[in-house]
């Protein structure tokens, strides 16, 4: 009888379980659970209206009938009432403290501190005429709503980010106090009321903002997916297309945990949620307890960075960096699946390495060997068929015909269907059960169907007019109601006891087609974003009102197709619509007061001026070296990680250090783009959750386990090297975030890039097609280094700049082709007034001479005695946001070199990766030949 079964058996299991259920509720949603019927039943109406106004305030509905529109601090103001109220509801102020009963003393708190932030809501008309004028009312309501609000972070999120926050606060009084360059001159009591609560610098900034404008929204779609049954049918896929294979659970985990990462934006949730089905199969095909919590920890602490939904930072970027959130996917989407193949490549080595076996499944035909090859082929025949047609279509759309638009989505659905036909009709029984046959084919539908919407949308709305979205909105619908009948055909998906000790695997086919439904409302989302390029918070609306009708009417609809009885399924789906509302909100009272907290940090930062401080503090720790300031980035933001969450996190360490890292690189000649840098700090902000001793997901997974939680922390940890090392890569080599490549420059990075991480992985576990050596493992470093940064050694062959005197940038200017970019070196002043050096672009810009190239980049100069100095910019030009300012000197100037492709140093690159293949080929053969048995890769 296995643990997990004796544990059932005996009680502890359950006991277990609780456990885990207090873990994640004392962390996300609050460990209090009042048996007073009334008052639980009022916390839930509170959660709902919070998530209700939400819904309301995200919606066009209050613009379009001009009733209940609220402007950004009122709307920030309601929203940290909310998580305010319900914060000291919901957790107690102590270990010890009632989780049956809500004291006395936490209404009063909860009801005061509500109040404080309806303050700025009830008396926002009177504040805005007297801005920085505060009386004495405001200043007392400012110091209650301050303190009330750092003992709300101690109880949600735990004393660090409370101490990190009162020692900012305390700076701003204590300035002149402080030590050397830390001292300032400090300011007024009066002014720190303004700034910190009255104004939108402090608790009410940007930050709560976006957790008010679009986190909230995010969340709320995640738990109405979770409340619909869409974890579970993640989950499920995943163990159907990938639990046959040798490890088959753990790549399953990593698959679901991506999945799974568009539900919850947080790590010990997404462990829970995944690992409770996942471990206990890890650990019955032969991982131990601690690599089995590992791999669900790695993956499930990633789903924070799998786009389309990342996690809440990922919109502070959005504002910080002032960059749309369609553009930030878009950079994230690489180093995030690169880290999730590396991941499952982990798991496959260390299946091989333990020689693991793979999971039956209830009929598992064995492939053939061109199993994989018959779909391919297929595919490859009908997608080039269906490419064909299309740059057929493209030609007729041209004309704008109506006609092309039509044809152009007859072509796209008839593609589709030849697709799905072919596979049907030419494969054999053994090819069409294959997990990754089916995959593949769907993905290549999933493409087409794609540019076939793209068409059918153009088309409605030339025919259609102003009436496109209705119409739109009815085809939605009618899609609906067709993939729900068609799911009804399949059973629908039980939850999987993790304590069984009999697993049949599902089929992939029956399994993906239960609930292709959920898929719909995921695709509006990122329809939503990529292709209408709606605002991040009103394309979360629409999918969550989509979500919100599934939830209400698919219990209905599934028993009308199936012809069972309908009583009752409609009151089901009002229960799961009111629960998964509340969920949505308890999920969200961390998020809140996280946000608002960091907004004291970061009001203290910008009224102090310390940040200017802290960055030349850091530039002389650093010896003004990029690499260094980078390890002391990520050195602090996995410090700041043990105690802050993640958001609190990426607030703090960013707002510091982001524009450090961005000037240190300029002055080492390296032009780092602000996008990087902040990505950079929240990949190391996640990465805190994997970091020994405090990493919370760890402990959670441990839970689950039975494990050591320290020992599957630093095993989580090193699993997580991959995407320690992806931060460092981008910041040297912006193509891994899609910078200016185009799309088929982009493929070529995505497989380069892939492939120099699964390289780096097998070098970390010291295995690649059996048991690496020392001089193999270090061989394969560099193979991964080439890979990746192959310009490094092409820039020590061939120099990437000719090097000329600052006036002859007029006449490079003229002679350089528009696209390319001329290397500046500049000596100006810091903001302390002490000189430095640093590097800038110029683009060539459209022009006929030289001199409207510069004009057009907006830099004004002038020569003074053979010097070429800065007069001036033009305002928000290119030239004003490189850096250039006025008195600079430019003293040189680099024009692109005539360098060979860099990409030409992937060829010994790959020719040393032969080498160690065929001396470990060679010696796992002679291994196993003196075995008389064995096994590799």
Not at 367 to 376: G, T
Not at 378 to 401: M, N, P, Y
Not at 699 to 714: E, K, L, Y
Request: net charge negative; aromatic share 10%; charged share 15%.
């Amino acid at each position: 009888m296995s643990d997990q079964t004796q544990n059932s058996a005996d009680g502890s299991g359950g006991d277990k379980r609780d456990d885990i259920d207090d873990l994640v509720a004392s962390v996300d949603t609050g460990g209090r659970a009042p048996d007073n019927r009334m008052i639980g039943l009022f916390l839930a109406v509170v959660a709902f209206v919070w998530s209700a106004f939400q819904l309301w305030y995200a919606s066009p509905v209050p613009y379009a009938i001009g009733i209940g529109v609220f402007n950004t601090t009122e709307a920030r103001a309601i929203h940290l009432a909310f998580a305010l109220f319900l914060g000291y509801l919901f957790y107690p102020a102590l270990k010890r403290s009632p989780r049956d009963r809500i004291p006395v003393q936490d209404w009063v708190l909860a009801i005061v501190a509500a109040s404080t932030a309806l303050y700025l809501y009830v008396f926002y008309e009177e504040l805005s005429n007297r801005p920085n004028n505060l009386i004495t009312q405001d200043v007392v309501i400012a110091c209650i709503g301050a303190v009330l609000l750092l003992e709300a972070t101690r109880r949600a999120l735990g004393p660090p980010l409370m101490i990190v926050a009162i020692v900012f606060l305390g700076y701003t009084f204590l300035g002149p106090y402080a030590p050397g360059i830390l001292a300032w001159k400090g300011t007024s009591f009066q002014s720190v009321a303004y700034h910190q609560w009255i104004s939108t610098e402090g608790v009410f900034g940007i930050a709560l903002g976006v957790s008010t404008d679009m986190v909230f929204l995010f969340v709320l779609f995640g738990a109405l997916l979770e409340g619909a049954g869409a974890g579970n049918y993640f989950i499920k896929v995943a163990f159907a297309l990938m639990g046959h294979l040798r490890g088959g659970p753990a790549k399953a985990a990593v698959v679901a945990s991506a999945s799974t990462g568009l539900i919850s934006g947080s790590s010990i949730a997404n462990v829970v949620t995944t690992g409770t089905f996942t471990i206990p199969m890890m650990k019955r095909v032969g991982f131990t307890s601690e690599k089995a919590g590992a791999v669900e920890v790695a993956s499930s602490v990633n789903g924070q960075l799998m786009p389309p939904v990342m996690g809440a930072a990922a919109f502070l970027m959005v504002e910080y960096t002032d960059t749309p959130y369609v553009e930030v996917v878009k950079h994230a989407f690489l180093p995030a699946v690169i880290s999730y193949i590396a991941l499952v490549y982990i798991v496959h080595l260390e299946a091989v390495k333990q020689k693991m076996k793979a999971l039956p499944r209830s009929t598992d035909p064995k492939p053939a060997r061109w199993a994989l090859l018959s779909p391919l082929l297929t595919i490859g025949v009908f997608g080039g068929i269906a490419g064909g047609l299309f740059a057929i279509s493209e030609l007729w759309l041209a004309l704008d015909s109506s006609a092309a638009r039509l044809a152009a989505v007859a072509i796209a659905f008839a593609a589709q269907a030849g697709v799905y036909l072919a596979f049907r009709s030419a494969a054999p029984e053994d090819v069409r059960k294959n997990a990754i046959s089916t995959g593949l084919v769907v993905l290549i539908n999933m493409v087409i169907g794609a540019f076939g919407l793209f068409f059918l949308l153009d088309l409605i709305r030339a025919g259609f007019g102003d009436m496109t979205p209705y119409v739109v909105a009815l085809l939605i619908l009618a899609t609906y109601v067709g993939l729900v009948a068609f799911c009804a055909r399949y059973p629908d998906l039980e939850m999987d006891d993790p304590n069984s000790p009999v697993v049949k695997l599902p089929l992939p086919g029956p399994t993906i087609k239960s609930g292709l439904h959920f898929l719909l409302p995921v695709v509006l989302l990122i329809w939503c974003l990529m292709v209408e390029r709606l605002s991040p918070s009103l394309s979360a609306f629409w999918a969550t009102a989509f979500m919100i009708l599934i939830l209400l009417t698919q219990r209905w609809l599934f028993a009308l197709f199936r012809k069972e009885s309908r009583s009752g399924r409609l009151r089901l789906g009002i229960s799961e619509f009111a629960q998964s509302m509340i969920a949505g909100a308890r999920n969200m009272i961390g998020i809140g007061i996280a946000t608002a907290t960091a907004g004291i940090i970061v009001g203290a930062v910008s009224q102090t001026g310390v940040g200017l401080v802290l960055a030349e503090l850091v530039e002389i720790l650093s010896m003004g070296n990029i690499l260094l300031i980078l390890l002391l980035t990520a050195v602090l933001s996995l410090i700041l990680g043990m105690g802050l969450p993640t958001t609190a996190n990426y607030i703090v360490v960013s707002s510091l250090l982001a524009p450090v890292i961005v000037q240190l690189g300029q002055q080492n000649g390296l032009i780092v783009p602000l996008i990087a840098v902040h990505l950079f700090v929240f990949y190391f902000g996640i990465m805190a959750d994997v970091t020994p001793p405090v990493g919370l997901a760890s402990f959670a997974a441990a839970a689950v386990s039975g494990g050591d939680p320290i020992r599957t922390g630093f095993v989580a940890f090193f699993y997580s090297l991959r995407t320690a090392l992806l931060p460092f890569l981008f910041i040297f080599n912006t193509q891994l975030l899609l910078m200016e490549v185009g799309f088929a420059e982009a493929v070529l990075v995505f497989i380069v890039a892939t492939a120099a991480m699964l390289v780096f992985t097998a070098a970390m576990q010291g295995f690649f097609l059996t048991r690496s050596r020392l001089y193999e493992t270090l061989a394969l470093l560099l193979v991964a280094f080439t890979l990746f940064r192959p310009g490094f050694w092409m820039d020590l062959v061939v120099a990437p700049y000719d090097w000329r005197e600052p006036t002859a940038l007029v006449e490079s200017l003229g002679e350089a082709p528009v696209g390319a970019e001329i290397r500046a070196r500049v000596d100006g002043l810091n903001d302390y007034g002490e000189p430095i050096t640093f590097s800038a672009n110029i683009p060539v810009m459209e022009g006929a001479t030289g001199e409207e190239r510069l004009e057009a980049f907006g830099l004004l100069l002038f020569e003074d005695g053979g010097e070429i100095i800065v007069d001036g910019t033009d305002y928000n030009s290119p030239a004003d946001e490189a850096g250039f300012d006025f008195d600079q000197v430019i003293t040189e100037i680099g024009v692109p070199a005539a360098q060979p492709p860099k990409e030409l140093m992937w060829i010994p690159g790959l020719l040393l990766l032969l080498v160690v293949a065929w001396a470990q080929r060679r010696r796992g053969a002679r291994e196993a030949a003196e075995s008389g048995g064995g096994q590799t890769a």
